[in-house]
T-cell receptor, first 112, second 115 residues
Framework: KNQVEQSPQSLIILEGKNCTLQ??????????LRWYKQDTGRGPVSLTI?????NTKSNGRYTATLDADTKQSSLHITASQLSDSASYIC???????????FGTGTRLKVLA | DVKVTQSSRYLVKRTGEKVFLECVQD?????MFWYRQDPGLGLRLIYF???????EKGDIPEGYSVSREKKERFSLILESASTNQTSMYLC????FGIGSYNEQFFGPGTRLTVL
């Protein structure tokens, strides 16, 4: 079954701390995986895309990794800020179709 | 900047009412999508359109219909609203082609409450 699972469901950290969010997928065939950030009451916004051949990609304080062998991706946030409080959603396209498989997201809260 | 706008941020309707949710994108995208988002369930595809007047059912089309008369506009219609359609509705658009590398751009969402 084509699925995307994220962990943890929710996370609370103090400002300035680092954290890592996990995404496991079973979508096949696999071509890429995208991480979105969704602020409360807003639509998701793309943070980064990881293609099959990429292992690591950074976007400011966000670093995504991909292990295509174990079908796992992670999103690492360095030196967290209050504005990082949001839901982070992992998405994998269902190859050959117009469909995307969405994870249920990790809700991150950064406290001052 | 890509912009996807939705007609309402918040909407309250009564059971049985006909409800229209409008979505407009300004990037000349061919693909447009309607999703609903519920806690613990992630985004679920209601309908998809890849061209004017073209539409395809998603995973949960029951109780919904769509209209795409112009390329930039994609409407979601709840023919007879029910309480189980209370949800956050998200519109998205992307360039043409089978999904893979095409980024979806999302609107701000419409939170619909059906009483």
């Amino acid at each position: 079954k084509n699925q995307v699972e994220q962990s943890p469901q929710s996370l609370i950290i103090l400002e300035g701390k680092n954290c890592t969010l996990q995404c496991n997928y079973t979508v096949s065939p696999f071509s890429n995986l995208r991480w979105y950030k969704q602020d409360t009451g807003r639509g998701p916004v793309s943070l980064t895309i990881m293609t099959f051949s990429e292992n690591t990609k950074s976007n400011g304080r966000y670093t995504a990794t991909l292990d295509a062998d174990t079908k796992q991706s992670s999103l690492h946030i360095t030196a967290s800020q209050l504005s990082d409080s949001a839901s982070y959603i992992c998405v994998v396209p269902f190859s050959g179709t117009y469909k995307y498989i969405f994870g249920t997201g990790t809700r991150l809260k950064v406290l001052a | 900047d890509v912009k996807v706008t939705q007609s309402s941020r918040y909407l309250v309707k009564r059971t049985g009412e006909k409800v229209f949710l409008e979505c407009v994108q300004d990037m000349d995208h061919e693909n447009m999508f309607w999703y609903r988002q519920d806690p613990g369930l992630g985004l679920r595809l209601i309908y998809f359109s890849y061209d004017v007047k073209m539409k395809e059912k998603g995973d949960i089309p029951e109780g919904y219909s769509v209209s795409r008369e112009k390329k930039e506009r994609f409407s979601l219609i709840l023919e007879s609203a029910s309480t189980n359609q209370t949800s956050m509705y998200l519109c998205a658009s992307s360039f043409f082609g089978i999904g893979s590398y095409n980024e979806q751009f999302f609107g701000p969402g419409t939170r619909l409450t059906v009483l």
